[in-house]
Every structure is written in C-alpha cells, then in structure tokens.
C-alpha cells in the first residue's frame, strides 16, 4: 500500500450518557493528518448516523477507508456497517480485539421489546465477523466494500505493530483526551 493512502479510524470514549466519538485521519506511513468528533447517546441507537455526520463534516475525499473500533460503540449502540459505507461511499473495516460468542446474547440480557428488536435487526443484518492474524494477533473484522482479504490487507498495512490500527489507536486516544477536557469543563 502507497505510504501517503489515508484511513480515518473511529473509536469512542463514554461517561454517563453521552460517547465523545473522535475520527482521525491516519496515512499508511502513520501521519496523522486531521481529526473530527462527534457524539452518540450511550445505550441509544444513534451511533451509525453519528459516524455518518463525522465523516460528512471531516469532508475528505481523500479518506479511502473507515476502521471502527468494534460494532457496539456506548453500551450496545448498534453500528450499522453497510449504511455507513453507502452514506461515506467508501470500504468499512469494523475491527474487534476479542473473541466472543457474538453481541445477541448480551443484548437479549440488557434489553426487551423495541429496544431488543432494533439492536438485532442491525445486529443481524451486519457482515459475518471473520478472523484475521495482524502482527501476530487475532483481530476479528467485518468488512463492506471489500471482501475478506482485501481488509486483512488494509487493517494489516495500517497496522505498524501490535494489533491494533494506527488510525483507530490514535482515536482512541483523541476520544479518551476529548471526553476528560469535556468532564473537567462540566466539572467546573
């Protein structure tokens, strides 16, 4: 991959009811060249337009591709992966870090009724989650608008050590740094 291809990687960080969503545009070569945030509703349903909005207000065309960090962003806030793809126009990586035996099961402990039916009408209509070894980790990706390999390749190029995406570390990190400056701001 061209050292100068940019990803924009999502991560969140939540407190109490609201998820500061952070957006960073990261090159192959690990430039970081921009930033974006947003916020979802923690339990809520609202991650994927969220992400959308993030993505619109960044206005990048240069961005090739979108790594999530995961499907379930503040507490079970289904992202819906082929709607974002068809809204950004662009291949969505989501990337989990763990094993698991999928998120039904805990969202038919945490909800019921409406709140239950919508999170796994999403849930289910997502891409089957595959493995992929990057850097000798097991990531698990699910991928729209390239197919399994083609996204090992992408998390694998974007990913200079560990397991986990520079794009999607280093939101992580904005979005940890951007929730404790609104809490200190709130506190206040």
Same mark, same amino acid.
Do not use: C, H, M, Q
């Given at each position: 991959m061209k050292p100068g291809v940019r990803a924009l990687g999502i991560a969140e960080s939540f407190r109490e009811e609201r998820s500061t969503l952070a957006g960073a545009v990261v090159t192959a070569s690990r430039v970081v060249d921009g930033f974006e945030f947003s916020s979802c509703t923690v339990g809520g349903t609202d991650a994927t337009d969220a992400i959308r909005s993030l993505h619109a207000d960044l206005d990048r065309e240069d961005v090739q591709y979108l790594?999530?960090? #995961?499907?379930?962003? *503040?507490?079970?806030?289904?992202?819906?992966?082929?709607? $974002?793809? /068809?809204?950004?126009?662009?291949?969505?990586?989501?990337?989990?870090?763990?094993?698991?035996? #999928?998120?039904?099961? *805990?969202?038919?402990?945490?909800?019921?009724?409406?709140? $239950?039916? /919508?999170?796994?009408?999403?849930?289910?209509?997502l891409p089957s989650r595959r493995a992929a070894v990057v850097n000798g980790q097991t990531r698990y990706l699910r991928s729209v608008g390239l197919d399994h390999e083609e996204a090992v390749t992408v998390v694998d190029a974007f990913t200079p050590e560990g397991g986990r995406p520079e794009p999607v570390r280093v939101a992580r990190q904005a979005a940890r740094a951007a929730d404790a400056y609104a809490r200190r701001i709130t506190d206040a």
């Open positions: 790594l999530l960090a #995961g499907i379930a962003l *503040a507490w079970y806030n289904v992202v819906d992966v082929r709607k $974002l793809a /068809r809204a950004a126009d662009r291949p969505v990586i989501s990337i989990s870090f763990e094993a698991s035996e #999928g998120l039904e099961p *805990a969202l038919r402990r945490e909800f019921e009724g409406e709140a $239950l039916d /919508r999170r796994l009408a999403t849930y289910r209509s």
